[in-house]
């Protein structure tokens, strides 16, 4: 005995050094599990909770060693023991698998069976929001955008962010129709109707094009993990979209849910849809508050044109002054900004001394009353051309009757109406701020306007300009904007970073449309501070979004430069110096025969 243990070891021991040395040898891909193994009493127990049979324990006993891998009718685990609250009478189904060296292997399904209905499990909000609680029935549609909620049936979120419930942002949120293709039958008529009578059933009726008509099934909230299992049906969506995930049914991510909005996330697969995983949210609302819906009635508000900043506060005229018109001081205006044209109210004498001046480089500003009394502060402009005042402007009477009265709104701002400009110079001349008037019920019917002539001849007109860089992932980055209001020399820069460059283009708004001679000439192009070589005339000359933007379109992934990519790879900054010549004697766009 003792000469065959000896034979045992040494055998045991060159065995082991053979693998210590040939570890590539090693067969990591053996499976020492098979399904046979995994059954129900043996590898994995499932047992009724003694005092409530509707709780159920799933534990796995095949230790430590293994991942305990579980499908149940809540969903989805991996822990080694799992605790169901079924709320439901019925059969229900679970499948238990392992992680081994050599992948999953997962048992034949077992079932078990709950046999009354326990209440208590079906009290979480969320089995009342979204069924109207037990012995009810809910209806959803998805959104159309028309209901005060998401804008539309989609929504998208990024996978590298948080996505839990109701902690989540959308990244874009298409308009309603996105998931639709032209003559499609609207998703709109479709609808998911969830109840809590005898069961947790699910009905849902698509009638969109390629829809499945109407499919009944089940369905099993996680209000834990916030998830929902559908059973015998798929996630209502629309049918053009089935390749964007192969999981219509399972452990589905609640994302929002209230008493009359509903979100539900799935990942989108690349190895189905083609694309990069990303998650697509799908909105719907209770039927029952759209059928009731109505919009809140839209404020009106004037609507300047796209380009008014570049008149009323161009970057070259920081120091602007302003008189009250000598002519009509004020009149009263519409809420789409027109005047009323009350022309029987006289001017109180000296009105026409009211003077204001804005320091758009400083945001400072300072009102001169009839009575020569200077009233400073600081001021801001928003983009929907209201102005605030650090401190209210003083309320000064402007018509012999006192019914024309100056002053700003309560919150400190008055709202641009509209503006003129000079036909010789192109520069802003007449301006027209205003403050609101309410009725008896504090509702807006009017606006008190004041006519300022603008007293600065520097006031010339110029053009919004932008540098636009974007890479092979369409991530779009633009420099400051510049104005352009003569003939020099600008530069653009934009900071940051790029191994992947695709795409660069300046665009100059607005500016053929005075000035169609127009050149905006290439002078230089440094990358990290280095100049780089170009060919000016290789660069191609276009329009922009609208046929009144010049625009050099300095890389071009579809034009002549495409070949010049490797040059624009940076680490800190792309600056690009141009000569703008307001008139050169040509056409910028010239018409090829």
């Known amino acids: 005995m003792r000469l065959k243990s000896s034979i045992y070891l040494f055998v045991a021991s060159v065995v082991m050094l053979f693998f210590a040395c040939t570890p590539e040898q090693y067969d990591l891909d053996a499976k020492d599990v098979t399904p046979d193994d995994l059954v129900e009493g043996l590898a994995y127990t499932i047992t009724h909770d003694p005092v409530n049979p509707n709780i159920v324990y799933l534990e796995s006993k095949m230790g430590d060693r293994y991942t305990a891998l579980w499908e149940h009718p809540q969903g989805r685990s991996q822990e080694k023991k799992v605790t169901l609250q079924i709320p439901f009478d019925g059969t229900y189904t679970v499948r238990f698998g392992v992680q081994t060296r050599g992948g999953v292997v997962y048992g034949e399904p077992a079932t078990f069976t709950i046999q009354d209905f326990y209440a208590g499990f079906v009290t979480n909000e969320l089995w009342t929001l979204l069924t109207g609680g037990v012995g009810a029935s809910k209806t959803w549609i998805p959104d159309n955008g028309q209901y005060g909620l998401a804008p539309g049936e989609l929504s998208y979120a990024d996978p590298g962010g948080t996505v839990e419930w109701n902690n989540w942002s959308p990244n874009w949120e298409p308009a309603a129709g996105f998931t639709m293709a032209a ?20 009905s849902i009726d698509d009638r969109s094009t390629g829809g499945v008509g109407v499919r009944k099934g089940s369905f099993m909230l996680n209000t ?36 009359n909005q509903l979100r539900i996330g799935i990942l989108r697969q690349k190895d189905t849809s083609g694309e990069d995983p990303w998650w697509v949210i799908w909105n719907f609302v209770n039927k029952e508050y759209a059928d009731n819906y109505e919009a809140p009635a839209q404020e009106i508000f004037p609507t300047l044109p796209d380009d008014w900043r570049d008149y009323v506060e161009p970057k070259t005229n920081l120091v602007t002054t302003y008189k009250l018109s000598d002519d009509k001081p004020f009149d009263w205006c519409n809420l789409d900004g027109s005047q009323k044209g009350i022309g029987n109210i006289a001017a109180r004498s000296g009105v026409e001394e009211v003077t204001l001046v804005l320091n758009s480089g400083t945001g400072d500003y300072t009102l001169t009353d009839i009575a020569g009394v200077e009233h400073k502060g600081k001021y801001s402009l928003s983009g929907e051309g209201i102005y605030t005042f650090s401190d209210p402007l003083p309320e000064i009477v402007l018509s012999n009757d ?25 520069g802003l001349t007449d301006l027209w701020l205003a403050s609101k008037e309410l009725d ?32 092979l992932g369409w991530i779009f980055t633009a420099s400051e904007p510049l104005f352009i209001s003569g003939d020099g020399d600008y530069t653009f820069v934009i900071a940051g970073a790029s191994d992947a460059p695709y795409g660069m283009y300046l665009d100059i708004q607005k500016i053929l449309k005075d000035n169609p001679n127009m050149d905006v000439a290439i002078k230089e192009i440094k990358v990290d501070g280095a100049a780089i070589p170009f060919d000016d005339t290789a660069i191609d000359r276009g329009v922009g979004d609208d046929a009144t933007t ?7 992934p579809w034009g002549a430069t495409v070949g010049d990519t490797p040059n624009y790879v940076f680490g800190s900054s792309i600056a690009v110096t141009v000569t703008v010549k307001m008139d050169n004697g040509t056409p910028f766009i010239v018409k090829k025969e």
């Open 183 to 202: 003559g499609d039958h609207p998703i709109w008529e479709s609808s998911m109707t969830f109840d809590l009578i005898n069961g947790a059933n699910v």
């Open 224 to 259: 834990d993990a916030h998830t929902i299992t559908f059973t015998d049906v798929d996630l209502l969506h629309t049918a053009g979209w089935n390749h964007m995930t192969s999981n219509w049914k399972k452990d589905l991510k609640i994302l929002t849910m209230t008493e």
């Open 402 to 426: 006192g019914r024309a009265l100056f002053k700003t709104n309560p919150d400190r701002t008055l709202r641009i109406m509209s503006y003129e400009t000079s036909d010789f110079t192109g």
């Open 440 to 471: 008896d019920q504090a509702n807006l019917y009017q606006y008190m306007g004041y006519h300022f002539v603008a007293q600065s001849a520097a006031a010339v007109k110029s053009y919004k300009a932008t540098m636009h860089f974007f890479d």
């Open 550 to 556: 010049a625009r050099r379109y300095i890389l071009n």
